[in-house]
């Protein structure tokens, strides 16, 4: 089935940088967007941005921009988000989603499971 | 940037009703060339990620119980659920993809009366 898998929960320093993981299975990794949304305590859904895991384009939230990079290896099926800088504001769960389309203007139908980064001295 | 609101915050139903959240968007996601509007709702339980509904503003993801439905276009929609089920409980939240950044509403967290 289709699915999305992250990974684990990280706990970082303030000014430090973390790397999540998302893997894809069950489609064709390449024939959809992904995007990454965060959730902060008590907080709405916030988008960060996505890539086209086909041709590897991105586009971040100006929110984010300078300190957010997102990646894919297409060979591991695996998209990747990396924030540096971090600062307590930046505690919250991160999730991965698939977009239903290969363009950006599409509803996420698949949701990772969450990967929860604590920013904390 | 578009900014969403819905309402209420939280409303609790009795099992079998209906519950009716409204969602506001800032500007309209209405793109007139295809005539749809880019409005997505999700629900999202405790410890679990949010699960898609609707997009298209009124089409129901595969698999959604026909109990949920959406509507509205332009700037004003809303999502319906007819019967209220107790696995039914949980946040709702409205989402525009109509322009980047994609924005979400502030949730709308529905109860057992």
């Known amino acids: 089935q289709v699915q999305l898998v992250q990974s684990g929960a990280e706990v970082k320093k303030p000014g430090a940088s973390v790397k999540v993981s998302c893997k894809a299975s069950g489609y064709t990794f390449t024939s959809y967007t992904m995007h990454w949304v965060r959730q902060a305590p008590g907080q709405r859904l916030e988008w960060m941005g996505w890539?086209?895991?086909?041709?590897?384009?991105?586009k971040y939230s100006q929110k984010f921009q300078g300190r957010v990079t997102i990646t894919r290896d297409t060979s591991a099926n695996t998209a990747y988000m990396e924030l540096s800088s971090l600062r307590s504001e930046d505690t919250a769960v991160y999730y991965c989603?698939?977009?239903?389309?290969?363009?950006?203007?599409?509803?996420?139908?698949?949701w990772g499971q969450g990967t929860m980064v604590t920013v904390s001295s | 940037d578009i900014v969403m609101t819905q309402s209420p915050d939280s409303l609790a139903v009795s099992l079998g009703e209906r519950a009716t959240i409204n969602c506001k968007s800032s500007?309209?996601?209405?793109?007139?060339?295809?005539?749809?509007?880019?409005l997505a709702w999700y629900q999202q339980k405790p410890g679990q990620p949010p699960k898609l509904l609707i997009y298209w503003a009124s089409t129901r993801e595969s698999g959604v119980p026909d109990r949920f439905s959406g509507s509205g276009s332009g700037t004003d929609f809303t999502l319906t659920i007819s019967s209220l089920q107790a696995e039914d409980v949980a946040v709702y939240y409205c989402?525009?993809?109509?322009?980047?950044?994609?924005?979400f509403g502030p949730g709308t967290k529905v109860d057992i009366k």
């Open positions: 890539i086209n895991a086909g041709n590897g384009h991105t």
């Open positions: 500007q309209s996601v209405l793109y007139r060339s295809n005539n749809k509007n880019y």
């Open positions: 989402q525009q993809y109509y322009s980047t950044p994609i924005t």
């Open positions: 989603a698939r977009g239903m389309a290969t363009i950006l203007l599409s509803a996420f139908d698949v």
